[in-house]
């Protein structure tokens, strides 16, 4: 019986020192969840405002990089062309990582990732993902070509006619973003948007457009899309290829063919 209360206690000790770990650990891994007592981690409270015209076409996740296969993202200029998109906006994790490009400058980098989409005449809205992806790029505006980008910082309000939408990669609903792709994967719901959108203080008549999960999907009674991903994940097929258009409608698309 001796042994069996001490085997007892053991587990009981692995299993608190497990709690007190996660609990440690949970506001690392979900930052969102400390935005009432410290907001200034509420990126929202700082988020700076855009006034465009639609179409815009809403994408994230791309993880560009010097391997990657051209063919694949040159679908979005493409269809930048055929529906008359007048901006772009990229929701974060641009690159695969910040020197995603060797030996680049901040400008190279954007050069080459308008040269990676095939996108011209067109206004391009980045908003900063992942900082183990993207690079803090300090530009505010840069001009190539017919193609203007505005590096929006982490967070942006775009005003369209009548619909207002908030742009937010997604790194305080998981830090770990296989953490936040398996949960999305698994319960099918932006559940982890909307307890983001909570924290921030979004307002309820606000779209929000998040990337971060690798998994599309839209949400209409909450006001929450999510534009998925352009990088099969290892083991598990995501679906790839997807983007949110904003015209008359909010609409979750399929960009690149089969």
């Known amino acids: 019986m001796s042994r069996v209360n001490t085997s ?25 969840i400390l935005y ?14 855009y006034s465009l015209s639609a179409p815009s076409l809403f994408v994230s996740d791309l993880h560009l990089s010097e391997n990657i296969e051209a063919r694949t ?9 055929e529906n008359n998109i007048l901006n772009i906006i990229i929701v974060g994790d641009l690159f695969n990582s910040p020197n995603a490009y060797r030996y680049a400058s901040y400008s ?12 011209s005449n067109v206004n391009v809205y980045y908003v900063l993902g992942s900082p ?14 017919d193609v203007k980008v505005y ?15 908030v742009a937010y990669h997604g790194d305080d609903f998981s830090r770990i973003g296989a953490v936040s792709f398996i949960l999305s994967y698994i319960i099918r719901k932006p559940f982890l948007e909307e ?12 779209w929000l457009i998040c990337g971060h999960t690798h998994i ?10 999510n534009c998925g991903g352009w990088r099969t994940l290892p083991i598990i097929k995501t679906p790839i290829g997807y983007g949110v258009i904003v015209d008359s409608n909010v609409s979750l698309i399929k960009i690149l063919e089969n």
């Open 73 to 81: 993202y040159s679908r979005i200029g493409k269809f930048i062309r």
């Open 132 to 145: 183990i992806h993207d690079p803090k790029i300090p530009i505010e505006e840069f001009n190539f070509k």
């Open 216 to 225: 599309p999907k839209i949400d209409y009674k909450s006001k929450i899309a």
């Open 36 to 49: 009432p007592l410290i907001p200034s981690l509420n990126p929202y409270v700082d988020i700076k405002s």
């Open 151 to 165: 590096v929006t910082g982490y967070i942006a309000r775009f005003n369209m006619d009548n619909v207002t939408i």
């Open 108 to 119: 190279e980098l954007i050069v080459k990732a308008i040269n990676a989409l095939n996108i």
């Open 195 to 206: 307890i983001w959108r909570k924290a921030a203080g979004i307002e309820d008549n606000v």
């Open 8 to 32: 007892i206690r053991s587990v009981a000790m692995y299993l608190i020192v497990i709690l007190i770990i996660a609990t440690l650990l949970l506001p690392i891994n979900i930052p969102c």
